[in-house]
């Protein structure tokens, strides 16, 4: 395990197993924006990269040593691997322990499965229960903090553009071609419209109930990462007029649908149909062969808060991804007790601020 700086690292990790967004240059960038210390690390072999970690680390409160540490989606190897994985494992809880960290916590793309579970395309990959088994037993915790969604859908961008069409729901198809008779268009965004997203952005959270961040958050991550070329979001309009949006992440031969925000107007002409749409096209033809729709339920059933954007997405015809989640090492016990306690009601203090906020300034704004 040793330290390296990130003016190569997109370059280093975009072969690794597991590649992803969350572990870029970038993302380092935007979190040191917002009180995170990127702290990039590598194992290699025969001076060859084979496992990378993207850690960020948090101090809990001034003037003490106390820390937490996050690797987003990380860290990045073949996780079948069995003397990697332990090296990289031990590795990691030592310098957890050094650095007074509290936690150290990991949510790599290790599989569990995919398709629903209890449906007949639904299959088991015995890798993601196996780690489960070797974290457990080192002492790691699922973790009662799921930063990012433990679920995701992946639509296959390998076919061609008709065969991916001809796979999706009839009325998806359908929708997406209603759209198009119904004169919406879409565009891509630059760095003027910015604004405009976050507007709708913040409009979407108040009307359908989700907590979000604030401008500042989401003005710097879009900014950053449509100046790598990281991104690009698309506008959807109705005669010129803005109605939806999407902000589209690529990286590694993987697109990431993070954002989508829509004004509620002209819902009949189904823009946000038209507007998934382009953004699959658009990825496809930029090389990707993953589009990841980046969230679906934690149960599959009408009582997951997820249940409805599922659906829409479900219409697409993806494949259901299912991942081991976020584990905690707790690095320090008895301090891990504590935080463990105490940050999920920080956190529902935190969201009900917020969502009240957001409200308040949507009814101004009307």
């Known amino acids: 395990m040793q330290t390296t700086d990130l003016a190569h690292w997109n370059d280093l990790i975009a072969s690794l197993p597991g590649a992803h967004i969350l572990q870029t240059r970038e993302w380092a960038q935007i979190k040191a924006r917002f009180g995170w210390q990127p702290e990039p690390f590598v194992w290699e072999e025969d001076g060859q990269p084979m496992a990378a970690a993207l850690l960020l680390r948090r101090r809990l409160l001034p003037g003490l040593p106390w820390s937490v540490l996050y690797a987003p989606k990380g860290p990045l190897l073949d996780w079948k691997n069995a003397a990697l994985r332990q090296r990289v ?9 050094r ?20 449906s007949e395309e639904a299959t088991e990959d015995p890798l993601g229960a196996q780690v489960s088994r070797v974290l457990r037993a080192r002492g790691w915790r699922f973790s009662p903090e799921q930063v990012q969604f433990r679920n995701t859908v992946w639509l296959d961008l390998t076919r061609p553009e008709d065969e991916i069409l001809a796979a999706m729901k009839q009325k998806t198809r359908y929708n997406i071609r209603l759209a198009a008779r119904k004169g919406v268009t879409v565009r891509a965004a630059t760095e003027d419209d910015l604004d405009l997203l976050y507007r709708m952005y913040a409009e979407t959270a108040a009307r359908d109930g989700f907590v979000i961040r604030t401008r500042a958050y989401y003005l710097t991550a879009w900014r950053t990462m449509l100046k790598a070329g990281l991104a690009e979001p698309l506008i959807a309009e109705v005669a010129g007029e ?21 004004t509620g107007k002209h819902r009949n002409k189904m823009p946000t149909h038209l507007l998934q749409w382009e953004a699959i096209r658009r990825a496809k033809a930029a090389g990707c062969t993953v589009y990841d729709f980046w969230g679906a339920p934690e149960t599959f059933d009408e009582s997951d808060p997820m249940w409805g954007v599922y659906r829409f997405k479900a219409g697409f015809r993806g494949q259901v991804i299912r991942t081991l989640g976020a584990w905690d090492y707790p690095a320090r016990q008895a301090l891990y007790a504590l935080f463990a306690r105490g940050v999920p009601a920080a956190l529902a203090a935190w969201r009900h601020i917020r969502m009240a906020g957001l409200r308040r300034g949507n009814a101004q704004a009307r």
């Not at 650095?99 to 209890?118: C, F, Y």
């Not at 902000?247 to 990431?256: D, E, Q």
Request: hydrophobic share 45%; aromatic share 14%.
């Open 89 to 97: 494992l031990d590795d990691l809880e030592g310098y957890a322990k």
């Open 99 to 118: 650095t007074h960290a509290v936690l150290l916590k990991i949510d790599p793309d290790v599989r569990l499965g995919s398709g629903i579970p209890g």
């Open 242 to 262: 803005p109605v939806a949006a999407v902000v589209i992440f690529r990286f590694a031969g993987r697109a990431y649908y993070f954002y989508g925000m829509s």
